[in-house]
Nanobody
Framework: QVQLVESGGGLVHPGGSLRLSCAAS????????MAWYRQAPGKQRESVAA???????NYADPVKGRFTISRDNAKNTVYLQMNSLKPEDTAVYYC???????????WGRGTQVTVSS
């Protein structure tokens, strides 16, 4: 099993910033495709950003220009820098790892991000 632990969520005002971290439990982290998802109350879980093992990055349209995904393979960690936060960014943010050797996806338990004035 791959264990993922998110951290860095919290309450911020509109226009503020947060950096989320996701730490993985395995040293083979470097071969995983990593992604951030979010789910707001009453809504479906949606993809936010992804970064492959090769460093290819994709962002969902609502966060383009505001969020940045990155990874540090030496620390088995993926980050999501969130700037210019909006109330509609409020959600539980989940880290996801795709393991190519098994085809399985693994999820963290999520971290709450609340953007409110």
């Amino acid at each position: 099993q791959v264990q993922l632990v998110e951290s860095g969520g919290g309450l911020v005002h509109p226009g503020g910033s947060l950096r989320l971290s996701c730490a993985a439990s395995r040293t083979i982290f470097r071969i995983y495709d990593m992604a951030w998802y979010r789910q707001a109350p009453g809504k479906q879980r949606e993809s936010v950003a992804a970064i492959t093992s090769n460093g290819v990055i994709n962002y969902a349209d609502p966060v383009k220009g505001r969020f940045t995904i990155s990874r540090d393979n030496a620390k088995n960690t993926v980050y999501l820098q969130m700037n210019s936060l909006k109330p509609e960014d409020t959600a539980v943010y989940y880290c996801n790892a795709f393991a190519p050797y098994s085809g399985n996806s693994y999820w963290g338990r999520g971290t709450q991000v609340t953007v409110s004035s």
